[in-house]
């Protein structure tokens, strides 16, 4: 179910930008949280 929708998503590429998009900026909240409470 789950590699079938990463094919999916594989295949349209602005939606895989925007996915790609979506967890860097997860990533770097996440980074920037942690900096913070440091």
Known sequence: MFAASLI??????????????AAFLKSAEIDLKDSMNN
Not at 8 to 21: A, G, Q, W
């Open 8 to 21: 999916f998503l594989r295949d349209i590429p602005s939606i895989h930008e925007i996915v790609n998009k």
